[in-house]
């Protein structure tokens, strides 16, 4: 520091506290390094003029040190570096310093040894460091499934990756051209579940110019009529100020009743937002005409076991499991294998894509399963090598997946296709069609009642004990209930379906309705002589006045049954 009661200018230097002039302060230092090494520049501060001597005898204990340790040498460098970044107008600290390169050769000079020696380790964790930059370890299985189910983590991005469904997406498909030139029209998705229509949805909107094209997500089972009115509102603004288009996907829009589906009718038409909704159940009976008339119905179907098979075989190659084969012997490939610490068989894969009857998201989270039930299980722990088998599959879907929606249209399909069977004497079918709606989840009295009615309808008078057949397996099945009913039910089945047929009281029963649907004018009344008298004015009318009872005849009585107007009328 500046003597301020000196005449000439002079500093203290701050490794042997001699006070020298300014001009000369620099040279002193480089001396004073050259003979003993700096542990470290002190911190950068004015000192008061009773601070020296203390100072001098703090840098006096840091180089008493026999040896800097390579901590200190560190300090020091860093003490250096910020000493060039910022120069400090201080006299102790003057702006014209040594170099850190020339410090740095000063001090290997002085200590060759301890700083060869902590020179190499800090090369070494630098070269460590930058071999973990430039391989990142690689993630376990666990952490590959951790967070989000597998199904949502393959979510193919690209249209190309698209599997399943090249009937709307093929490569002539008006479709898949529509896409490619962004021109998306307002449809309607229509698909049983799993079968990608969610995903179709994302890939429009990846691969949607967000320049002049904004998408927006809604899932009607989470989403208010306000909320829509907002998003509407939103999409006026974005049209009229930045003339950007807006698709509003709405995923299940068959949850919204017909009046929130009324708010969207209007601005499709005017082509404020374009549409694409999903759903698992018939348009025709879920979306209001109006808003159906206005949008074009996609209609995707069940994933094919090959195009699950495929999915599989992606999701398997992500997660780095290796796929063995029939034909391979399972010890020999692992004992070959590199560094896979998990294998499934070929045919787990196979069985799993015809488990999960076309649905996607069943197999993927299905495989994510089994193999987190494998990684808690352990198989080998000296190899820490896993197989999933077969049976592994089996055991983490429990049984086969039945697509069947009690209230939706594969109730109305399923329990026709069992009509229909029993009308053309196919046990084996009717039975078939039995077993995928009592094990898909449906009411076993609801399909009671209805063999009760097929019992009527179908067979009549051809064999009058198929309705007391049919009445006995309803009773039968309210009083034991699934699953031991089932059995009560397949025989009802299978008997109605070996009974002969007739449809005689149910056709004439319909002639009945049409001849009085389509009478002219009012219907004619009862004749008196069909009608009752139990009272004496009744009869002074002349109710039931000629009535012949039969039962006093030993001949036939031929008498009118029919009123005037109907006279002849057949309908056996």
Not at 210 to 229: M, P, Q
Not at 418 to 435: C, F
Not at 536 to 551: F, H
Request: proline letters at 5%; one cysteine or more.
């Amino acid at each position: 520091m500046a003597d301020s009661s000196s005449s000439e200018s002079t500093v203290k230097c701050p490794v042997c506290a001699q006070e020298m002039p300014t001009a000369a302060i620099n040279s002193h230092l480089d001396g004073c390094l050259d003979m003993k090494p700096s542990g470290a520049i002190p911190k950068k501060r004015r000192l008061s003029s009773n601070e020296g001597t203390e100072g001098a005898d703090t840098y006096g204990k840091i180089l008493g040190s026999a040896t800097p340790s390579f901590s200190v040498f560190q300090k020091h460098m860093t003490a250096e570096r910020l000493h060039e970044e910022t120069p400090s107008k201080s006299p102790f600290f003057p702006i014209t310093s040594p170099k850190r390169t020339d410090m740095n050769h000063k001090w290997k000079d002085i200590n060759a040894g301890s700083s060869s020696e902590a020179i190499k380790r800090e090369q070494q964790m630098a070269h460590q460091s930058q071999h973990i930059q430039d391989h990142p370890k690689e993630k376990t299985m666990a952490e590959k499934l951790d967070g989000k189910p597998l199904a949502d983590k393959l979510r193919p991005c690209k249209l190309q990756d698209y599997m399943g469904q090249d009937k709307i997406l093929g490569e002539d498909a008006m479709l898949r051209k529509l896409l490619q030139a962004n021109d998306i029209p307002s449809a309607i998705l229509w698909g049983p579940p799993g079968c990608g229509k969610t995903t179709l949805a994302h890939i429009i909107a990846k691969n949607t110019n967000k320049n002049n094209t904004r998408f927006v997500t809604l899932s009607a089972t989470s989403t208010s009529t306000n909320e829509v009115r907002e998003v509407i509102k939103h999409a006026q603004n974005e049209l009229k100020l930045f003339k950007r288009k807006t698709i509003l996907f709405v995923d299940e829009i068959h949850r919204f009743n017909k009046l929130q589906q009324d708010t969207f009718l209007p601005h499709v038409e005017c082509g404020t937002i374009t549409l694409i909704g999903a759903t698992t159940e018939n348009p025709s009976f879920q979306v209001n005409n109006a808003l159906l008339s206005r949008c074009r119905v996609i209609v995707l179907e069940k994933l094919s076991v090959n195009a699950m098979e495929a999915i599989l075989k992606r999701a398997v190659d992500s997660l780095g499991i290796q796929v063995l084969r029939e034909d391979e012997q399972a010890e020999c490939s692992i004992s070959d294998a590199s560094e896979s610490e998990m294998f499934i068989e070929d045919k787990a894969l196979t069985t799993l894509a015809h488990l999960c009857d076309g649905d996607a998201r069943t197999g993927l989270n299905g495989l994510q399963l089994s193999v987190q039930a494998r990684l808690a299980a352990g198989d080998d722990p000296q190899k820490q090598r896993m197989i999933i088998k077969e049976e592994h599959i089996k055991e983490g879907l429990q049984r086969s997946h039945i697509l069947y929606d009690r209230a939706g249209e594969e109730h109305y399909n399923c329990i026709s296709a069992l009509h229909k069977s029993m009308r053309g004497s196919d046990q084996n079918a009717s039975l078939y069609w039995l077993g995928r709606m009592l094990e898909g989840g449906e009411d076993p009295l609801y399909v009671a009642r209805r063999l009760v009615r097929f019992a009527s309808e179908d067979i009549g008078l051809a064999d009058p004990l198929a309705l007391t057949q049919a009445v006995s397996a309803y009773q039968a099945s309210h009083f034991i209930g699934m699953p031991e009913c089932d059995v009560i039910l397949a025989q009802c089945v299978m008997y109605l379906a070996r009974a002969p047929k007739s449809v005689a009281a149910y056709s004439a029963y319909n002639k009945v309705k049409e001849c009085l649907k389509n009478h002219k004018g009012p219907l004619p009344p009862v004749p008196l002589h069909l009608r009752n008298a139990p009272t004496k004015l009744m009869k002074n009318l002349g109710y039931a006045k000629g009535y012949k009872y039969n039962p006093l005849f030993k001949e036939p009585v031929e008498q009118d049954y029919f009123p005037p107007e109907l006279k002849g009328i057949k309908f056996v």
